[in-house]
């Protein structure tokens, strides 16, 4: 089949993403050693709202099997992303135990991040209940002062990410700092 025209296809992109599918192929013919029907999802938007108020994401790819889930995130950039204990994947992860649990027995999340531009393809893995307990002890309770819009403001790159970036008096006071 013919590759579709795209202003954005690289040489260098291909080689990426090839390497992003090669890790999902071998995840989830492992998976299916033990579950031989995983549900997979790709580009899956996930609702964390019990843990966040309007907490929601879009996770790169799910795997969602007896056992282990899977939780795949690619990236392009070039920067390293330690995976361990990553805050952005392990919310991704409760909104897939949110979405995928009442129809698999899942006892652990297997967290990944594929990041082929830095070397970087790696995996932590945690129990269901350690995610579980990180969301109702972490996320809860500083996700409710933010809603509240108590609690301290810390910003950082991750404001890239935030609705509400135009309006934070925390980032404003840090970029008046930069300039002066």
Same mark, same amino acid.
């Given at each position: 089949m013919p590759r579709p025209q795209s202003e954005f296809y690289t040489e260098e992109i291909? $080689?990426?993403?090839?390497?992003?599918?090669?890790?999902f192929a071998d995840t989830l013919e492992k998976v299916k050693q033990t579950c031989p029907?995983?549900? /997979?999802m790709v580009e899956k938007q %996930?609702?964390?709202?019990?843990?966040?108020?309007?907490?929601f994401g879009t996770a790169d790819c799910i795997i969602a099997a007896d056992g282990t889930m899977h939780v795949i995130d690619f990236k392009t950039g070039f920067q390293y992303v330690e995976v361990?204990?990553?805050?952005? %994947?392990? %919310?991704?992860g409760l909104g897939a135990l949110n979405a995928c649990s009442w129809m698999y027995? +899942? &006892?652990? /999340? #297997? *967290?990944? +991040? /594929?990041?082929p531009r830095v070397d970087n393809v790696a995996t932590?893995?945690?129990?269901?209940?350690?995610? +579980? $307990?990180?969301?109702?002890?972490?996320?809860k309770p500083r996700a409710a002062l933010a809603y509240q819009g108590k609690g301290k403001l810390v910003p950082g790159e991750h404001c890239r990410f935030c609705r509400h970036q135009a309006h934070? /008096? #925390? $980032?404003?006071?840090?970029? *008046?700092?930069? #300039? &002066?």
């Open positions: 291909e $080689r990426y993403t090839d390497v992003y599918l090669h890790f029907v995983p549900m /997979v %996930l609702d964390y709202s019990n843990y966040a108020p309007d907490g361990r204990e990553n805050p952005q %994947l392990m %919310l991704y027995d +899942i &006892q652990q /999340v #297997a *967290l990944s +991040i /594929v990041q932590y893995t945690c129990s269901v209940e350690e995610l +579980i $307990r990180w969301g109702n002890a972490y996320v934070c /008096v #925390a $980032r404003a006071e840090e970029a *008046l700092n930069l #300039a &002066q």
